[in-house]
């Protein structure tokens, strides 16, 4: 079922959501939403643009009922127990990226217990990580999401899929998932570059509208993601 707009809707996701605390909180997690930074080896800059969640979370404070935090930065090693602490994982980055084999059981055993990951490449980031998301899931696929799968749909509408941020190579934008039982753990965005509308305005000058279509749809990745 479509999640709608209204105060209703996200008043009981918010009650499911707290109901979820007990076992979050065993890892110091608060009551508030928060997206955590997966903080990844092999030399890629996983820390570019760090303005753009908490801008994110006031946008999705603005303009949903979510509780959230936006007093700091959260990074969170991929290997590390804490990890657990965060509903949500956001990566992003230009270059290589490298799990250890412990990493990639972590983060598998994250994904498997109700954990999310979204994945935003920022630009010569696909190569390295669908060879080592291989490593986490050896025997899942990236699939392509259609466009009317209830992540464009969550908050707000966009029944085109992905809208488009950053020019890179003048391909469209593609939406991709990876799923575990039937539940999509793993989003994960190419040709759009939505992080980068996130971040703060004279950071890439995008214009406002543009600012805003990426704005909306990490809202919906957040409302999707404490949802399913």
Avoid: C
Wanted: aromatic content about 14%; glycine content about 8%.
């Amino acid at each position: 079922m479509l999640i709608s707009k209204n105060n209703i809707a996200l008043t009981v996701i918010l009650l499911l959501f707290a109901a979820s605390q007990s076992v979050w909180s065993q890892t110091g997690a608060s009551s508030e939403f928060v997206v955590a930074r997966l903080k990844y080896g092999g030399g890629g800059d996983w820390y570019n643009d760090v303005s753009s969640e908490l801008n994110l979370l006031e946008f999705v404070r603005q303009n949903t009922t979510i509780d959230v935090q936006i007093k700091t930065e959260e990074f969170v090693e991929v290997g590390s127990e804490k990890l657990f602490a965060y509903p949500l994982a956001f990566m992003t980055g230009h270059g290589n990226i490298s799990f250890t084999d412990s990493e990639a059981r972590n983060l598998r055993r994250y994904l498997e217990n109700g954990g999310f990951l979204y994945v935003d490449d920022d630009y010569g980031l696909d190569k390295a990580f669908r060879r080592e998301m291989k490593k986490v899931f050896p025997d899942k696929e990236f699939v392509e999401l259609p466009f009317n799968h209830e992540i464009y749909t969550a908050h707000f509408k966009f029944p085109n899929g992905l809208p488009k941020i950053h020019e890179h190579d003048k391909n469209p934008p593609q939406g991709f998932g990876i799923f575990h039982e039937g539940r999509l753990v793993v989003y994960y965005t190419y040709e759009t570059n939505l992080a980068d509308g996130w971040a703060d305005a004279e950071v890439h000058k995008n214009p406002e509208n543009v600012r805003r279509k990426a704005l909306e749809m990490g809202t919906n990745i957040v409302v999707y993601a404490l949802t399913n």
